[in-house]
């Protein structure tokens, strides 16, 4: 995937927050900058979720309007199904890129296996394709609205430079950008 090519890529835009996520707006607006962006995202909150798969009932999807006119689909599926469910064809444009988040706290250390919104990423990265979660370290007890816009941009450009150099093989890129 490089930028360099007149071919734009296509980046599923997830999250594990729900899909009227203020972080899933920031960044799929910044990753608008990259690509055409698809957001397939859970319609609840998914946190703390870890690898889970729907196996033993349908899952539904469904068109969402969000902020700005944007149209986004929800489903009642975990983030990781989210994913699947774009990857098997829901989706019918070739996925180049899964990016996941921006959650609103920090994922390190044990905390990656827990999170939805990381292993959303590595769903696509087990299907071959690169994956991104980003989180946000915003401090503890916060009170108010989170400024995600810092956020989305340092994602943005991260990952166009990863565009540029190439995504390691097999390898989730977590990045998780400090609340100043």
């Keep these: 995937m490089n930028p360099n090519l007149m071919i734009m890529p296509h980046i599923l835009v997830t999250n594990d927050d729900g899909v009227t996520a203020p972080g899933l707006l920031a960044l799929a607006n910044e990753m608008r900058?990259?690509?055409?962006?698809?957001i397939l995202a859970p319609d609840r909150n998914w946190s703390a979720s870890g690898h889970v798969k729907t196996m033993h009932r349908p899952l539904r999807v469904k068109e969402v309007m969000l902020d700005g006119g944007i149209t986004a689909l929800a489903s009642d599926g975990a983030p990781s199904d989210c994913v699947?469910?774009?990857l098997l064809g829901l989706v019918e444009q070739k996925i180049d890129l899964v990016v996941s988040g921006i959650n609103?706290?920090?994922n390190i250390g044990h905390d990656v296996t827990y999170s939805g919104t990381v292993t959303a990423a590595m769903e696509g990265v087990i299907?071959?394709?690169p994956g991104v979660a980003v989180s946000l370290d915003s401090p503890d007890n916060h009170l108010g609205l989170l400024d995600y816009?810092?956020?989305a941009r340092s994602a943005r450009k991260i990952t166009a430079a990863l565009m540029v150099s190439g995504f390691p093989k097999e390898t989730v890129i977590n990045i998780n950008v400090p609340y100043l």
């Design 33 to 38: 900058q990259l690509g055409e962006v698809t």
């Design 84 to 86: 699947a469910l774009a």
């Design 104 to 106: 609103p706290n920090a």
């Design 127 to 129: 299907s071959g394709i």
């Design 149 to 151: 816009g810092p956020a």
